[in-house]
């Protein structure tokens, strides 16, 4: 069971915004901790979408922005088009599992 | 452009022990960057396994420690995964990663491997 809250689902129209959450606790975001975004398209491997909280690596679009507060933080996804369809999870460092990377339930995105 | 490809038998009996090797290609593992060792069992999230450093030195997740074993091969440019006394729980896609340079996140990713656990 993952120390780290997503909702299972969210959904939204092209052209649309659509934000989804990750909740922790003290031991993980509270605590300081950089939270990192990835997207996992259908059959493929899980991408580097977010990192340090608010940075995108090279060749992501700047329709998706990061941000952190307190025990949570939130993935925003403007202007939703086909191709965002995908599952995305959050990660981060836990340190009362000693664990040094935790990863979020997951959250499907679905474009209607 | 850093390229891991997981490889490795999809199919391994209960109570064995599940191995996979991970090859680098683009990047050398002596050059620096941890690496790691990532699950998803089907339908369901993502879960760390393990990392290691081109020198050996390893870190294990916690609820994984007792069964895991990973080391490296630098002549080869490959690091290995090794699950003893699996079960069908065990059974995933598993993928290498590369840990990113600030050893935070996972920059690149293998297209992953499914093992099946399974008599």
């Known amino acids: 069971q993952s120390v780290l809250t997503q909702p299972p689902s969210v959904s939204g129209a092209p052209g649309q915004r659509v934000t989804i959450s990750c909740t922790g606790s003290?031991?993980?975001?509270?605590?300081?901790?950089?939270v990192h975004w990835y997207q996992q398209l259908p059959g493929t491997a899980p991408k580097l979408l977010i990192y340090?909280?608010?940075n995108r690596p090279s060749g992501v679009p700047d329709r998706f922005s990061g941000s952190k507060s307190g025990t949570s933080a939130s993935l925003a996804i403007s202007g939703l088009q086909a191709e965002d369809e995908a599952d995305y999870y959050c990660?981060?460092?836990?340190?009362?599992?000693?664990?040094?990377?935790?990863f979020g339930t997951g959250t499907k995105v679905t474009v209607l | 452009q850093v390229q891991l490809q997981e490889s490795g038998p999809g199919l391994v009996k209960p109570s064995e022990t599940l191995s996979l090797t991970c090859t680098v290609s683009?990047?050398?593992?002596?050059?620096?960057?941890?690496w790691g060792w990532i699950r998803q069992p089907p339908g369901k999230g993502l879960e760390w396994i393990g990392s290691?450093?081109?020198?050996?030195?390893?870190y294990y997740n916690p609820s994984l420690k007792s069964r895991v074993t990973i080391s490296v091969d630098t002549s080869q440019n490959q690091f290995s995964l090794k699950l003893s006394s699996v079960t069908a729980a065990d059974t995933a896609v598993y993928y290498c990663?590369?840990?990113?340079?600030?050893?935070?996140?996972?920059?690149?990713w293998g297209q992953g491997s499914l093992v099946t656990v399974s008599s």
């Open positions: 990663a590369r840990v990113s340079v600030t050893a935070t996140n996972f920059d690149y």
């Open positions: 683009g990047y050398s593992i002596s050059s620096g960057f941890y």
């Open positions: 290691i450093y081109h020198s050996g030195s390893t």
């Open positions: 003290s031991s993980n975001i509270g605590a300081g901790y950089d």
């Open positions: 340090g909280n608010t």
């Open positions: 990660q981060s460092y836990d340190s009362s599992l000693s664990a040094y990377f935790v």
